[in-house]
T-cell receptor, first 112, second 114 residues
Framework: GDSVTQMEGPVTLSEEAFLTINCTYT??????LFWYVQYPGEGLQLLLK?????DKGSNKGFEATYRKETTSFHLEKGSVQVSDSAVYFC???????????FGAGTRLFVKA | SAVISQKPSRDICQRGTSLTIQCQVD?????MFWYRQQPGQSLTLIAT?????????ESGFVIDKFPISRPNLTFSTLTVSNMSPEDSSIYLC???????????FGPGTRLTVT
């Protein structure tokens, strides 16, 4: 069945460091791919999405490119801030009533 | 984007009792979902609730334990019945917008069963 694998956390970075959180997926068909962010004590928020191969989703300085050949959707940010500390979830599917499949989540800590 | 509110935001309940969680959306949506998120874990889908039909439950979840109502296009409830400490978790309501297919989440209900 469809699945999402994320790099394990926690990831600890200093402010202004470069961030990569790896995400790979297994799916039949051509799913949409998503990154969600969950700040402490809050629900999930959609961070960015890509709906087809080679699409790049971007938001708030975060980017991810839908790579069909490597079945990957890695999240990147050039310079992280303390306020980026959160849990990041990679997900697939979830359009037109198909259920969303979430990865395990990667916790990011950014130190000042 | 859809804005979702949940009540209560948190509760502490005795084992054997039931709690009903309410989910209100500020726009009409067809697809609503209920998830469980145990501490430090990912999300597990409990059921999909479409207005006008019975909820569809995922493997491991049953209607007797988690009855769901979906009386209209902006509201749903999830009841956690006959609770045990294993039910302690965050319960999240989610909707999928009918046009964009983007999924939005409520802030969650943090349940502790003692």
């Amino acid at each position: 069945g469809d699945s999402v694998t994320q790099m394990e956390g926690p990831v600890t970075l200093s402010e202004e460091a470069f961030l990569t959180i790896n995400c790979t997926y297994t799916a039949t068909g051509y799913p949409s791919l998503f990154w969600y962010v969950q700040y402490p004590g809050e629900g999930l928020q959609l961070l960015l999405k890509a709906t087809k191969a080679d699409d790049k989703g971007s938001n708030k300085g975060f980017e991810a490119t839908y790579r069909k050949e490597t079945t990957s959707f890695h999240l990147e940010k050039g310079s992280v801030q303390v306020s980026d500390s959160a849990v990041y979830f990679c997900a697939l599917g979830g359009t037109g009533g198909f259920k969303t499949i979430f990865g395990a989540g990667t916790r990011l800590f950014v130190k000042a | 984007s859809a804005v979702i509110s949940q009540k209560p935001s948190r509760d502490i309940c005795q084992r054997g009792t039931s709690l009903t969680i309410q989910c209100q959306v500020d726009s009409q949506v067809t697809m609503m979902f209920w998830y469980r998120q145990q501490p430090g874990q990912s999300l597990t889908l409990i059921a999909t609730a479409n207005q006008g039909s019975e909820a569809t439950y995922e493997s491991g979840f049953v209607i007797d334990k988690f009855p769901i109502s979906r009386p209209n296009l902006t509201f749903s409830t999830l009841t956690v019945s006959n609770m045990s400490p294993e039910d302690s978790s965050i319960y999240l309501c989610s909707v999928e917008e009918d046009i964009s297919y983007e999924q939005y989440f409520g802030p969650g209900t943090r349940l502790t069963v003692t």
